[in-house]
Nanobody
Framework: QVQLVESGGGLVQVGGSLRLSCAAS????????MGWFLQAPGKEREFVAA????????YYVDSVKGRFTISRDNAKNTVYLQMNSLKPEDTAVYSC????????????????WGQGTQVTVSS
């Protein structure tokens, strides 16, 4: 079992930055692929970024490339999402998730989810 708790969301102006954190419980955190997803009101959950257990493979949705950076610290059981140059369309609830096998971009492949943290970008 892995329990995930996100933090770091909030209200920020256009062009601002936020750093989301996802703290995981469990001794096997280092064996999981970790992903970040967003869900805007009335919309489906969307893939944002993912990172392999070693950090050697990283994936982003095209809309955040060059603006967001995913990283992880296995010693701290934590994965991060640094969000820069934020836009109003980034407004959503951001959730982290963990998985061991399968596609990193598909939400259905993730076994464990956090409760989410709200990010609101004001114009």
């Amino acid at each position: 079992q892995v329990q995930l708790v996100e933090s770091g969301g909030g209200l920020v102006q256009v062009g601002g930055s936020l750093r989301l954190s996802c703290a995981a419980s469990g001794r096997t955190f280092g064996s999981y692929v970790m992903g970040w997803f967003l869900q805007a009101p009335g919309k489906e959950r969307e893939f944002v970024a993912a990172i392999s257990w070693s950090g050697g493979s990283i994936y982003y949705v095209d809309s955040v490339k060059g603006r967001f950076t995913i990283s992880r610290d296995n010693a701290k059981n934590t994965v991060y999402l640094q969000m820069n140059s934020l836009k109003p369309e980034d407004t959503a609830v951001y959730s982290c998730a963990a998985k061991q096998v399968g596609s990193v971009r598909a939400a259905t492949g993730y076994n464990y989810w956090g409760q989410g943290t709200q990010v609101t970008v004001s114009s």
